[in-house]
Structure formats: C-alpha cells, structure tokens
C-alpha cells in the first residue's frame, strides 16, 4: 500500500526519549491532532543497538552516529503514522529544524523549540520523503519493531 491514498498521506512520526521521558507526549499529540493530522496508529517500543542504527543507517558513517544511537536507546520511543493532505512536508514543518536552539529563534511555534534540547536531543522525528515515510512505517509497524512494551513486559 502507498502512503498516499484519496488525497491523503501518510508519513512517520517519532517522540524520541527525550521528549517521551520528559513527560511531552500529551501535549506533542494534542499539537498534532490540532495541526489536522489523524494519528493512524502507533506504538511505545524501546530500541535497541540494532534496530537504532538499521533505523538511521543514512548517518552510519557520521561522526555523530554512536552519540545518536546511544541517545536513541535511552529510553522509549512513541512511533506513529500520522495521516493527512501532504503530511510529510507538513509534519517536517511543524516539528522545526534538527537543531533545537535555533528553531527556538527561527520557529518558535515548532515541537522541536517546545522541547528539543540542542542538535541533537531534539524530541521528534520526521519522515523527510515520501520515499522514507514508506520505509520508515513499515520499518515500525511492519518488520524490525515488533514488540510494544506492554509485551516486551509480558515475557519479563
Ligand atoms: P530526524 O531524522 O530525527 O527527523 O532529524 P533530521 O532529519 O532533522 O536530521 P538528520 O540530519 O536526519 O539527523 C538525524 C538525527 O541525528 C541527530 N543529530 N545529531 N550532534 C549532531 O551534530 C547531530 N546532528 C544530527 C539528531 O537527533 C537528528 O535529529
Ligand atoms: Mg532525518
């Protein structure tokens, strides 16, 4: 199935652990429902090493990589498939730019200034093409991910 469907998109959404253990799930999910996005479906799992660098392997060769995985398996993340007339453009625009302390003067209205840290802690994912929001959906909902926390507690 396409990502796009009767003039609808689909595209990934991420609250990353900073923005989940930080306690902005409610109000990042109130932003998005208010932005006219319909969250399709979703699911709090914890990454691990292996699935945190399959999921950004675009970056595995930058310096900033082992620092990402480890900031991406700090803790759980909220995964979702946010659905609307171009959503992934419109998603990368209401999250605001990677590094968190210039959307904070350049976007102050985006997530990322509402609770991102710096370059990197920065609460939120975005898809950032249709062609990645289609990797990245089935990425979560279809193959790697496949446990959400309330199963992985099931097995413990
Ligand atoms: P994302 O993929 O998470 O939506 O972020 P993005 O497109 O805005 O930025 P991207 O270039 O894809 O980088 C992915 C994530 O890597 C971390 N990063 N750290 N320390 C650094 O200089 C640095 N640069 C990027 C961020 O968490 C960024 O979101
Ligand atoms: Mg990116």
């Known amino acids: 199935p396409s990502v ?8 990934l959404g991420m609250i990353k652990p900073d923005g989940v253990s930080g306690n902005y799930t409610e109000e990042i999910k109130r932003i998005i429902v208010d932005s006219g996005f319909s969250i399709v479906n979703e699911r709090l799992t914890q990454l691990d090493k292996e699935t945190a660098s399959a999921f950004y392997e675009e970056h595995s060769s930058r310096s900033f990589f ?7 398996t700090s803790g759980p993340v909220l995964a ?8 992934v453009s419109d998603w990368r625009g209401l ?3 990677t590094d968190a302390q210039k959307a904070k003067i350049s976007h102050p209205h985006s997530i990322r200034a509402l609770c991102g840290k710096d370059s990197q802690r920065n609460c939120v994912h975005g898809s950032d093409s249709i062609s990645s929001a289609e990797r990245e959906i089935k ?9 959400d ?3 992985q507690h099931d097995e413990l």
């Open 80 to 87: 979702m498939v946010l659905e609307k007339r171009d959503a």
């Open 66 to 72: 082992p620092d990402l995985v480890s900031y991406m």
């Open 95 to 97: 999250i605001g730019p």
């Open 4 to 11: 796009r469907c009767l003039g609808k998109e689909r595209t």
């Open 139 to 147: 990425f979560f909902f279809e193959d790697v991910v496949s446990d």
């Open 149 to 151: 926390i309330a199963s």
